[in-house]
């Protein structure tokens, strides 16, 4: 959303070429501690990650050739500068936003960061009608989805970038569905700012809570194969079998003294290395941990803090910490309800008094009773009894809270909120929906609550 790691005063780029040997903990916390911003200058950004799909064949997986080639047309047409890996194109950027190429093609759109939650709906709403649009020109579609609802690790296209490539060879000898988190989900991932480390460690407190019942809300992955899975969100479910060491809940963001830069840090360096990056090019590592690397180098090559940079990129926890906090734990949903999430997390995470409120909600709520609540949630969505009362009405009482911030602040920013806070009144997410749709008209025609349409 903000800055990269790699930008930042001269003593932040004059530490990236240090060898991490010759770094302390607490240089490496500069890193972390640069993005601190001033109240006033907070801003709200957005990941969105859509599943393309063949309009006239949507069981066909999709083809290379005819990705690559909606992504030519979306540059084209939205003025974006193509960046190339030799001749694949990896990222499309204009004005701050960027558009990559998942590993199983899913297609991700980063936007710039935004003041107000209604620019950040029209930034998404101005997209996902620019890419519906393009991909009728070839045939395809987007869904707004948490898993693809046909495709297996195997039939699925991956994409050959050198990253993803090394991320195949380390991921394929982790847990059992570490290969269908890379190919097979979407999410929609929120990022927001902070003041200090007390304001961040104070926001991922929340944010841990709060995760598990706000990914309830937004569960939208109950098929697989072409037919129910029986969970709400096979996406949580993935993520639990993913690797543990790198993603997921962490004890430290629920204890007292909370997931400071330091404590990161030293997480960070006890996680197993995933890849270095040597001239451009990607490889593979020994799952050992990152940290014993300063020690002994890589292929004969110095280990740098710019290294550890590269490393930070591999973990995956459902709260994030760059110059900026990730919340990183919901299927994707349509733009209109993903601007939503935005708003949940902008409201109950920069409001003192809101964040305070949510916080009294969801007292009792630590990292045992969190994890213990994952698989409910998973499998039953908004209907999970949690160890601080039924899914459902926590999550509205989150909703209710973030909404009426707004409704106080900025009425129209509020509005966006509505579709998202109708569903947690009612009680029932895109997953259950879709269920209910896919059992009367069939899976075909139930997706279609869940596609990017290219006008309203």
């Known amino acids: 959303m903000s800055q990269r790691m790699t930008d930042g005063s001269d003593d932040v780029v004059s530490l990236l070429d240090r060898p991490l040997a010759e770094a302390s903990v607490d240089d490496l916390v500069t890193l972390f501690a640069a993005g601190a911003k001033q109240k006033d200058d907070w801003r709200l950004g957005l990941e969105i990650e859509v599943t393309p799909f063949v309009r006239a064949e949507p069981k066909k997986p999709i083809e290379l050739p005819t990705l690559l080639a909606i992504l030519d047309t979306l540059a084209e047409r ?4 193509v960046e190339r890996e030799g001749s694949l194109p990896t990222a499309l950027k204009r004005s701050g936003e960027i558009v990559t190429v998942e590993p199983g093609g899913q297609i991700e759109l980063a936007t710039k960061p935004f003041k107000k939650l209604r620019e950040l709906l029209d930034a998404l709403d101005e997209f996902a009608r620019l890419l519906a649009a393009v991909g009728n020109t070839h045939g395809y579609g987007f869904w707004a989805i948490g898993r693809h609802p046909y495709n297996s690790v195997e039939s699925s296209m ?3 970038k050198a990253r993803y490539k090394a991320m195949r060879e380390y991921m394929g000898q982790r847990e059992r569905r570490a290969l269908d988190m890379m190919h097979l989900t979407g999410s929609v991932q929120c990022a927001v700012d902070f003041s200090d480390e007390a304001n961040m460690v104070a926001k991922i407190r929340t944010a841990a809570k709060a995760s598990p019942f706000v990914s309830a809300l937004a569960a939208s992955s109950p098929f697989s194969l072409g037919k129910p899975n029986g969970l709400k969100s096979d996406r949580m479910d993935v993520w639990m079998h993913t690797d543990g060491p790198r993603s997921g809940l962490w004890p430290e963001m629920f204890d007292e003294e909370g997931l400071t830069f330091r404590r990161y840090v030293e997480r960070a360096l006890r996680v197993p290395a995933m890849f270095f990056v040597r001239d451009g090019r990607y490889f593979a590592a020994e799952a050992r941990p990152f940290v014993s690397y300063g020690a002994s180098g890589f292929g004969g090559s110095t280990v740098t803090v710019r290294d550890f940079v590269d490393h930070l990129t591999s973990l995956f926890p459902e709260i994030r910490i760059k110059n900026y906090l990730e919340l990183r734990g919901a299927d994707c949903l349509p733009p209109v309800e993903a601007i939503g999430l935005a708003g949940i997390w902008r409201a109950i995470l920069d409001d003192e008094a809101t964040r305070h409120r949510v916080d009294e909600r969801l007292k009792g709520m630590d990292y045992e009773s969190a994890i213990a609540l994952q698989p409910l949630a998973s499998k039953l969505g908004l209907a999970a009894i949690s160890s601080i009362g039924p899914v459902a009405e926590v999550v ?14 900025s009425p129209d920013c509020a509005m ?3 579709p998202l ?13 879709l269920l209910i749709r896919e059992e009367k008209l069939g899976l075909e025609k139930a997706l279609e609550l869940v596609e990017l349409k290219a006008k309203s």
């Open 416 to 418: 966006c909120m509505v």
């Open 158 to 160: 991956k994409l050959p």
């Open 78 to 81: 939205g003025g974006f500068t």
């Open 396 to 409: 509205q009482d989150i909703a209710e809270a973030a909404y009426a911030r707004f409704a106080t602040v």
């Open 421 to 433: 806070l109708e569903r947690a009144r009612e009680g029932r997410s895109i997953s259950d929906e």
